[in-house]
């Protein structure tokens, strides 16, 4: 007799059922070696009987299977020894061509009138969308095998010579005998939530009577996936609020009082109050972890900086950490202008005597072009600690920086880190650090709920006194009298005092993709025009032109450091009229007199970038244009973003959109957890409510059990789910 089936059993070793080849067929082309794999391999749709298949949606390169009616088939031999039989099929309002070589049978078999699935990979040939050498599987035959339950047919993911079909067989032989499962979720929350349990959840998905069955099912197996990545994240922020830390209360006449008394502006409403919420946190004996979101030019620095002044006081030192020079350099300078004195100790120059017994500490930088002699010097003082205050590239990150004592790390614009550096950063604390992550970029509560669950969130809303909307418009660049009067407005705001960015996606002295190309973050298939992007070395000449006596200067990547400090230099002080530049210029750029942002080939860049770019402009008071560059047709999905980004200012719109566009399940990202690890079934949108309920009721689970040890099976979940990659993520995040 064979032992009973479980979700471990090997495929290759099952009794009576799955043959040899077929279970090595679908390990080879897919990876499924278990029943539990095979079962996790859901459908991508579900055709009926009589519904055939909308040819429209076919992407060349895809691995596709299609419900199909033949239209016509002819065939000839058009050289000794091979034989080509072409076969046209049909949706009702579209024709796919199918391209079999040496399979004269075919052309007996497959008639005018039927239908059949075929499978392959789909090509264009001369214009035309075809498949060559599909699987072909006539319907008639299907329901003989008892394929499927109902009128309702699954169609599977395929590749290689595995056919949606030959995984629908194995799924019956599989799923057929089994009568029962293991269920990691209690039974309790099941009840709660009203799920199937989990072998009724996978009859529903695979075998479904009616269309109305799979919602249940993929409901149930949705959960699944949520409560896995939960109580993963629950278990990191318990774990971090039992981990021993340094408090670092600070003191009523340090530097932070100091700098206080001498903010020229007052602070906002939600400055106050997340700075509270950070002096709470920071005076705890366990680490904080806290991301900080907030809408371009809402303040977030200043929310940092006092939070770093709270820590030197209290004898701790502060690194910042940014994703580039550029902006490493624009954050030395702002926190030097915001300080003054404050971060001078030590230097000859201090003496005036109306400064005389104010407190003060030491502020340094740290980058990779940074002089021997300035590393050497930077170096020593975060050894002896006399550096209060770091603000680094990824220079920080080498092993050869070592801190007296680091009690916070400040990362800006986390998202372009990998976990790994940041965690390289936190591990030069002998006691775990405080950790305050900050965006710009807006992030839709699901998206916080689950890539940034180990981290409470804050987040500043309001704009300070004095920031003006930004007005915004797409360009259209067939539209000559348009894109005379962008120009014009650059050289309106010019002769005004005023400066501007023209932005390009590219450098262009270099391979067409570099590193500071734009649209990391558009949606895969959206991916602008054929052409070349815009580059800024191009462009320039083209603003040189189009800007006659304008002083026009060009900043990028690539160019040394000092060029990049005297190119935003000479911006800021009135030296130059217009930069053009990369995105280099995307975070933490801020020069008060700069009224225009020009993006070129905006269609280029995701929703998040775009309003990045947007705010680098109406810092200073004065109204502010944002002018969307663009050859999309005006029926594109890259026109609806421009149109998207231009009709509102609010982050959070945007970001849904953003989500909406970009492809489900990246939300993890590579640079965040080095890999592809992707959620498989939630859906961040559609599945918010979902998802929130998951949270809460790992969070329960997990206060009342850390360790699962009374739900053993939801363990052994966690532990199969989370593969190598993504369980660093989480550890280290």
């Known amino acids: 007799m064979a032992p009973p089936l479980d979700l471990d059993t090997p495929l290759r070793s099952m009794r009576g059922g799955l043959d040899a080849r077929t279970a090595k067929a679908l390990d080879e082309a897919l990876g499924l070696r278990t029943v539990g794999d095979l079962l996790a391999h859901l459908p991508r749709r579900y055709d009926e009987r009589g519904e055939l298949t909308d040819l429209a949606d076919l992407r060349p390169g895809e691995q596709a299977t299609v419900l199909a009616e033949v239209t016509r088939v002819s065939g000839r031999r058009i050289r000794a020894g091979l034989h080509k039989l072409d076969v046209i099929v049909t949706d009702g309002r579209r024709r796919l061509t199918l391209t079999f070589f040496n399979k004269p049978w075919l052309e007996r078999a497959l008639r005018p009138g039927m239908s059949a699935y075929f499978a392959g990979k789909v090509e264009k040939f001369r214009g035309k969308t075809q498949v060559t050498n599909p699987e072909v599987q006539p319907l008639g035959e299907l329901d003989d095998v008892s394929a499927f339950a109902g009128g309702v047919m699954p169609v599977y993911p395929s590749a290689g010579k595995v056919a949606s079909w030959t995984v629908a067989r194995s799924v019956r032989v599989v799923l057929d005998p089994l009568t029962d499962l293991p269920d990691p979720l209690p039974a309790d929350l099941r009840g709660r939530h009203g799920l199937p349990d989990l072998i009724e959840a996978y009859r529903l998905v695979h075998r479904p009577e009616k269309r109305s069955d799979v919602v249940p099912g993929l409901r149930r197996l949705k959960w699944d996936e949520a409560m896995v990545l939960q109580v993963a994240l629950a278990q990191r922020r318990r774990a971090t609020e039992n981990a021993a830390g340094i408090p670092r209360p600070g003191r009523p006449d340090g530097l932070r009082a100091a700098f206080d008394s001498r903010l020229p502006f007052t602070l906002t409403r939600g400055q106050r109050e997340v700075g509270a919420v950070l002096d709470e ?32 006081d209290s004898g701790g030192q502060c690194a910042l950490l940014a994703p580039t020079e550029v902006l490493a350099v624009q954050h030395e300078r702002s926190l030097r202008a915001l300080l003054g004195p404050l971060a001078r100790a030590g230097e000859l120059a201090l003496d005036a005597a109306d400064e005389a017994g104010l407190p003060a500490t030491r502020l340094v930088a740290l ?3 940074m002089s021997a002699a300035r590393r050497r010097d930077a170096l020593a003082a975060l050894r002896d600690g006399s550096a209060g205050v770091v603000v680094g590239t990824h220079a920080l990150l080498q092993e050869s920086v070592t801190f007296a004592d680091l009690g916070l790390v400040v990362v800006d614009e986390q998202h372009r880190f990998g976990v790994e550096q940041r965690d390289a950063l ?27 669950g180990d981290l409470e969130t804050s987040s500043l809303t309001e704009l300070p006194a004095g ?25 309106d705001e010019a002769a005004a005092g005023h400066a501007a960015f023209v932005v390009c996606p590219r450098i262009g002295d270099g391979p067409a993709r570099d590193e500071e190309m734009a649209g990391d973050d558009l949606p895969a298939t959206d991916a602008g025009p054929a052409r070349p992007p815009l580059a800024v070395v191009d462009v320039a000449v083209q603003a040189r032109e189009a800007l006659p006596g304008l002083r026009v200067g060009v900043l990028h990547g690539r160019l040394p450091a000092e060029e990049k400090d005297a190119a935003m230099d000479a911006l800021a002080a009135g030296g130059l009229d217009v930069l053009v530049a990369t995105t280099v210029v995307e975070v933490g750029v801020d020069v008060p007199r700069a009224t225009v942002m020009v993006v070129m080939d905006a269609d280029r860049f995701g929703v998040s970038q775009l309003h990045q770019l947007r705010g680098r402009v109406g810092r200073g008071g004065d109204p502010s244009w944002c002018l969307l560059h663009t050859e999309a047709p005006a029926d594109s999905t890259g026109y609806e973003r421009l149109a998207a980004v231009a009709a509102t200012t609010d982050g959070a719109r945007l970001a849904r959109l953003d989500l909406r566009q970009r492809r489900e399940g990246d939300v993890l ?29 790992a969070v329960r689970l997990v206060a009342a059990d850390p360790e699962l040890n009374a739900h053993p099976l939801l363990a052994a979940a966690l532990a199969a789910r989370l593969d190598e990659t993504s369980a660093a993520y989480l550890e280290k995040g």
């Open 367 to 369: 980058t990779g072009s």
């Open 281 to 312: 946190e920071l005076a705890r004996p366990h680490p904080m972890h806290r991301l900080l979101q907030g809408e371009v030019g809402s303040g977030k620095t200043v929310v940092a900086l006092r939070a770093m002044l709270r820590v030197a």
């Open 669 to 697: 990202g590579v640079a965040q957890s080095g890999g592809r690890r992707r959620l498989q079934l939630l859906e961040l949108l559609s599945d918010e409510q979902l998802i929130a309920a998951a949270r809460e009721e």
């Open 467 to 491: 920031r003006q909307p930004v007005a915004t418009f797409v360009v259209p660049a067939g539209n000559p009298a348009w894109v005379e009067r962008m120009w014009g407005r650059v050289r």
């Open 426 to 452: 936190r591990a030069r604390a002998d006691r775990p650090p405080h950790v305050l992550v900050m965006t710009a970029t807006p992030i839709p509560r699901t998206v916080a709920m689950t890539v940034f």
